[in-house]
């Protein structure tokens, strides 16, 4: 049938009506693309399915086929390994449905005679199994349910503990003696799904190693090929460990103290220097206890023994560390909120760069370091008497007298 014709009989203005009729995107392209056929047995065929198609509404009202979403993209990406995000898993879900409601509307009595439909029913797989799934699994597109795996429910079962240890170590700053000399407001507020004391910016959590790279005056081949380039890389994050001791071998409580490290350096600019930016606490993100073994040999006998003392251990995570900085490490007593210690972080670190590092200039040997263990002796009352600090195994022993 020529074009002139089909104008003639106003065609595209019925297949527009029948696309305002479609419940889907893909219904309407399919019925956007329908040509009249020339074939006499098609002709036939496709008015015996329409007939059929009537009478089943007749029998159980209409089929919507609201939820079909094109979901080939997706199915290219499975065949080659990718892996789907939760809108296209969402969206085959719904699909899913829409099989499923189909299917369920094509039932009808043994004893009905079959039609011209029921082959196209019958092709119609719902996958309910994997329907189930998908929906037990994920809760919308920016949610998955905590069940979708063991290893999912496991580590926000764990986030969960350390949210709440999180919170009581802030609710007992904020009643301390310190925390209503010091804060403003003696309220704990949520900030991206994190707490926050009296509105200050906080980290409580490990951070992830960050290196800065800068790579200068290279020139690129310009024929086609393999180029291997060597960028030198900082560490731009530090591990801060900090032991506690008595020196009278008492147990030290770990859920007795606060361990912070305060300082400005959350934000980087290209070249690696600090941005302007606001205080920010990095809080201990692990705590521990345990018992450290020192050989003792009292002076009226000539016999060595070894004894165990008790230490409270924390790990903190802290940006670069740059000269110039006020970066501060503070361990408080959370009962009394008296300070126990409190130290410039930088200085401290600077005093193990030695003879060895002489040529080095204070910021390249800082950056050049990323673990410092730090060992503090208390007394009988958590007073500090002196410490022991570790960076990158050099020892520097200090007494508080001295700092």
């Known amino acids: 049938m020529n074009e002139k014709v089909l104008k ?6 019925i297949i527009k009506m029948l696309e305002n009729q479609a419940g889907s995107e893909p219904g309407k392209k399919l019925c956007h693309a329908l040509v009249p056929p020339a074939d006499i047995h098609k002709i036939k065929e496709n008015q015996k399915q329409t007939g059929d198609a009537l009478s089943r509404i007749w029998q159980k009202g209409s089929l919507s086929f609201s939820g079909i979403h094109n979901i080939g993209e997706s199915i290219k990406r499975l065949e080659i390994g990718s892996t789907l995000g939760t809108g296209e898993l969402l969206r085959i879900d719904s699909l ?8 369920t509307f094509s039932r009808r009595d043994d004893e009905a005679e079959r039609d011209s439909l029921d082959d196209m029913f019958e092709a119609i797989e719902p996958l309910t199994n994997l329907k189930n799934d998908i929906e037990r699994c994920i809760i919308s597109e920016d ?7 063991a290893n999912l429910k496991n580590i926000r079962r764990q986030m969960k503990i350390t949210n709440d240890r999180v919170h009581s170590q802030l609710s007992s700053l904020i009643n301390s003696q310190s925390g209503h000399t010091y804060l403003q407001d003696a309220l704990i507020t949520m900030r991206d799904g994190q707490r926050d004391i009296g509105n200050q910016a906080f980290v409580a959590e490990d951070l992830d190693r960050l290196f800065y790279g800068w790579l200068t005056k290279q020139t690129f081949g310009e024929t086609e090929g393999t180029y291997t380039y060597t960028v030198p890389l900082v560490k731009n994050t530090n591990n801060v ?3 506690l001791q008595h020196l009278s071998g008492e147990a030290v409580d770990k859920d007795k103290f606060i361990f912070t490290i305060t300082d400005t350096n959350g934000s980087m600019d290209w070249d690696n220097t600090l941005l302007p930016d606001e205080l920010v606490t990095f809080y201990a993100w692990h ?32 940006p670069r560390l740059v000269k110039g900085q006020e970066t501060r490490l503070t361990v408080s007593n959370k009962e009394t909120g008296k300070t126990v210690l409190s130290i410039p972080l930088i200085d401290y670190a600077l005093l193990v760069k030695g003879f060895y590092n002489r040529d080095m200039d204070d910021q390249e040997y800082l950056d050049r370091q990323d673990v410092y263990d730090m060992v503090f002796f208390l007394d009988e009352s958590d007073r500090w008497l002196d410490a022991y600090i570790y960076i990158n195994s050099w020892k520097v022993v200090l007494q508080n007298s001295e700092l």
């Open 8 to 13: 003639t009989l106003e065609y595209y203005k």
């Open 96 to 103: 899913l449905k829409v099989a499923l409601r189909v299917k």
């Open 287 to 318: 705590t521990d206890a345990g018992e450290v073994g020192m050989d003792i040999q009292p002076e009226e006998t000539q016999t060595t023994s070894r004894a165990a003392f008790s230490a409270a251990i924390a790990e903190l995570t802290v």
């Open 241 to 243: 460990r900090v032991v």
């Open 143 to 149: 949610e998955i349910a905590d069940d979708a795996s």
